[in-house]
């Protein structure tokens, strides 16, 4: 072809093409063929009557920079060179009339152009669904990562969640009850979580200052009679103890004063300050024994009523009244406040100071069993076995006089906590525990801690399979088997004074499994205030479609357990759950204080099946959106909900208005009177609504959900807890004064402590010192809820 000759592009009509012509070829997608169509589409060009077409380089490159007001737009015909570079055809402008195929030829050739376009595509498209395939399979957790398990997910956790295995680990467990220390348990149950795929599983050893039996039992002597017992009631004789158990020498109270007293018992019932006012007008009470009930209220502040009162010993029982069947046991309990002695209010690591504390209080403390008590107060045959109850009392015209002799040895031992991890998907610096206790040796732990350890085990175990699948919760959860917890929750207190400033900032709540069936008989759940209206939404839905609802048996009620450090020093929502006898629960409060030996509590008769076992765990672990599916589930579900809505939701399930209405609920009654708070607690409630309205429920939609806003909401919903820390709270009273003494008091537990107080004496000082504490609490969350909603309205402004 002529150089001069004027090149352009050139498109063939519709009615110009062959019939057959498929519609695709008027499409631009042919410019992106395969290399095999390009090289036929060019053997075509080389046919005869294309000979003038010249693909020359240079003068593609000058067309590409000529005019366009000559380009006829009516007939372009894309083509490709062999060598795969796409090239635009350059023709003549009277290409159509010099040569038009013909029709027989054109048919075959359109046909097999087709054919193969359309090969080709099918061959892309499969090639598309394998790699989307495979890019989906190698990247689960994107799928996964929002936590909502469908109906499939449950069926498959559930069925590995069965009561044989519980059974099975319990008797395991069991077995290593008999070790010198827990240095075997504990390696048992790390070598267990460690086998599930749990990450990081470790041991946290402390060298802590235990105080243990000594050699001998501790005694006690009637004078009168010159008779000696042993604190379950039997005889002190060569031939009673060959054949007794090793229990009277457990039965002890750790870090009492050791020595030998001898004096007069002086009934206190009790120990409140109502009995002990009365009997102070009565009786000298210097340096004498006090006989005292455990219960109603802590021993910690019991004892410290008796010390100030000038008592020198105490011969602590359980009514058979308030805890029948226990008339006949020993059993411990510990004068610990929490945490090593040696190192109050700071870990017990290399270097750290240690204190010289032997005993923590200057008492002489035995716990004896009900039948010792019956011997001492020589309680009539026919009175012991008539049909009711009748409390034990000792006559107030009779006198007693005894010798009490307590022998205990102070050493340092090693106390192992078990702490395993795993780690969340978007939030892996928040935290979520899941804690329970292991045997420690020289202590009385009853069979519950083998139950709560093949408990968690179980529910790791469950957790961890849909884990090894790709799922994985959004905040990290942490497992830990707590050691010490006998002798005063030492194990969970020196774990948490050691990683005090990590867990202050990034401890989101705590869920205790501390001995989760103690009965067959009802659910039981303690909560903290903000978590409350979760439980209670959950348990009353699951059982909705049932056609009736249980009572629910929920309370923020003081616990005995590993969750002390963590709801009185960090102030962290805290939920337990537990099968408990409904009964006991009516009767006095703080009996859970006495530990007794392992044959007390036969968790094979309560549970024989350990089908409540299964029960518990099952309630741990399994979430399911119920709603989207409209079933409902028995509350074996509730607490699987509870804890993976905490660890896996976007927004923190903590309720800001129910820590206000708990508030004011506790500022009703008659005692105290304290009018000068009911204002602030007006103010916090409506700061709280507010801030329940304009930033929790807008967070709840997910369309208006921004990941800042949610991540300095759910900031703020994990401390609302801590403005409610006291400074100081009386000996066995919770700081966290949003925790009651017990389920049938609403008051402040600090506020009724200081007006019994202060009834006994001339000044009210007590009084103002615990409403003071109080107010502070109150301003301090109603300042903190304001300055959430400032925080907010700043950022709105800002974006604006």
């Not at 075959?108 to 498209?125: D, V």
């Not at 499969?126 to 994107?142: D, E, T, V």
């Not at 525990?433 to 139950?451: D, L, M």
């Not at 017990?742 to 010192?769: M, P, R, V, Y």
Request: glycine share 6%.
């Amino acid at each position: 072809m002529p150089q001069s000759k004027k090149m352009a592009y050139q498109k063939v009509n519709a009615d110009q093409r062959a019939p057959g012509h498929s519609q695709y070829l008027d499409s631009d997608d042919l410019q992106a063929t395969a290399l095999d169509l390009e090289w036929d589409m060019e053997k075509e060009l080389e046919e005869p009557g294309f000979e003038q077409f010249q693909l020359d380089r240079a003068e593609n490159q000058n067309l590409e920079n000529s005019e366009t007001a000559d380009l006829n737009l009516d007939s372009i015909q894309p083509a490709a060179s062999p060598k795969g570079r796409f090239q635009r055809l350059q023709e003549e402008s009277d290409y159509v009339t010099h040569y038009t195929r013909s029709a027989p030829k054109s048919k075959p050739c359109n046909f097999c152009r087709l054919l193969k376009i359309f090969c080709t595509a099918i061959i892309l498209f499969i090639f598309g669904i394998l790699i989307g395939y495979y890019a989906h399979k190698k990247c689960p957790s994107n799928a996964t990562s929002s936590g909502k398990l469908d109906l499939q997910l449950y069926q498959e956790i559930l069925k590995t969640i069965q009561a044989e295995d519980i059974k099975k680990s319990f008797r395991n467990l069991v077995q290593l009850y008999k070790s010198e220390d827990d240095t075997e348990i504990s390696k048992k149950i790390k070598t267990q979580w460690t086998s599930l795929g749990l990450e990081d599983v470790q041991f946290v050893n402390y060298s802590v200052l235990l105080n243990l039996p000594g050699p001998s039992p501790s005694s006690v002597t009637l004078r009168s009679s010159g008779q000696c017992f042993h604190p379950n009631g039997q005889p002190c004789s060569q031939e009673a103890r060959k054949h007794s158990s090793q229990d009277p020498l457990y039965s002890y109270a750790a870090y009492s004063a050791k020595g030998t007293l001898e004096a007069e018992v002086i009934d206190v019932s009790y120990g409140n300050a109502d009995d002990l006012k009365r009997i102070k007008e009565m009786k000298n009470v210097t340096n004498q024994i006090a006989l005292l009930k455990l219960g109603k209220l802590p021993l910690l502040y019991k004892l410290s009523l008796l010390e100030k009162a000038g008592f020198g010993g105490v011969l602590l029982y359980i009514d058979p009244c308030d805890l029948p069947k226990t008339a006949n046991l020993s059993f411990m309990v510990s004068l610990n406040p929490g945490g090593d002695p040696s190192t109050p209010g700071y870990p017990s690591v290399d270097g750290n100071f240690r204190q010289n504390r032997s005993n923590l209080t200057p008492l002489l403390v035995q716990p004896i069993s009900a039948s010792l008590v019956a011997k001492l107060i020589s309680l009539r045959e026919d009175r012991a076995s008539s049909g009711a109850c009748t409390p034990l009392e000792l006559p107030s015209n009779e006198k007693r006089i005894v010798n009490m002799q307590i022998q205990t040895v102070t050493e340092f031992k090693t106390i192992t906590n078990v702490v395993g991890y795993l780690k969340g998907l978007t939030s892996p610096d928040r935290y979520i525990i899941v804690g329970s206790h292991h045997h420690t040796a020289y202590s009385f732990n009853s069979q519950e801690w083998a139950s709560s350890t093949a408990i968690i085990t179980a529910f790791i175990r469950a957790l961890m399979l849909r884990v090894k699948r790709g799922w994985r919760p959004d905040r990290t959860i942490v497992f830990c088997s707590w050691g010490g917890t006998a002798f005063g929750n030492i194990g969970s207190y020196e774990w948490g004074e050691d990683f005090k400033k990590v867990l202050q900032r990034n401890l989101v709540a705590y869920v205790s499994l501390h001995s989760p069936v103690r009965s067959n008989s009802s659910l039981y759940s303690v909560t903290s205030p903000s978590l409350q209206q979760l439980v209670a939404e959950k348990n009353n839905f699951n059982c909705s479609r049932r056609g009736q609802c249980p009572e629910t048996n929920i309370s923020s009620v003081q616990m005995q357990d590993d969750a002390n450090y963590f709801i009185n020093h960090l102030g962290v929502p805290t939920v337990r759950f537990a099968y408990e006898d409904i009964k006991a629960l009516e009767g006095p409060s703080f009996l859970s204080e006495a530990l007794f030996p392992k044959h007390a509590t036969k968790i094979e008769e309560m549970d024989p099946f350990f089908n409540l076992h299964e029960t518990i765990t099952k309630m741990q672990r399994l979430y399911f959106i119920i709603k989207n599916y409209g079933w409902s589930y028995s509350r074996e579900m509730l607490l699987g909900e509870v804890i993976l809505q905490i660890a896996d939701g976007p927004i923190l399930p903590f309720n800001a208005l129910d820590i206000a209405l708990e508030v004011q609920n506790s500022l009703k009654g008659d005692q105290p009177d304290t009018p000068q708070l009911l204002a602030p607690a007006s103010r916090l409630r409506e700061s709280a609504e507010l801030f329940q309205s304009d930033e929790m429920r807008p967070a709840n939609d997910p369309e208006e959900r921004a990941p800042v806003r949610v991540r300095m909401l759910n900031d703020i919903l994990q401390d609302m807890e801590k403005s409610f820390l006291v400074r100081h709270a009386p000996p066995g009273f919770y700081r966290n004064i949003l925790y009651h003494l017990d389920g049938k008091t609403s008051q402040f537990s600090i506020l009724l402590e200081a007006w019994e107080h202060c009834k006994s004496l001339a000044s009210n000082e007590t009084l103002q010192e615990a409403v003071s504490e109080v107010l502070n609490s109150i301003s301090a969350a109603q300042l903190y809820f304001k300055a959430g909603l400032d925080v907010f309205e700043s950022v709105l402004v800002g974006k604006n």
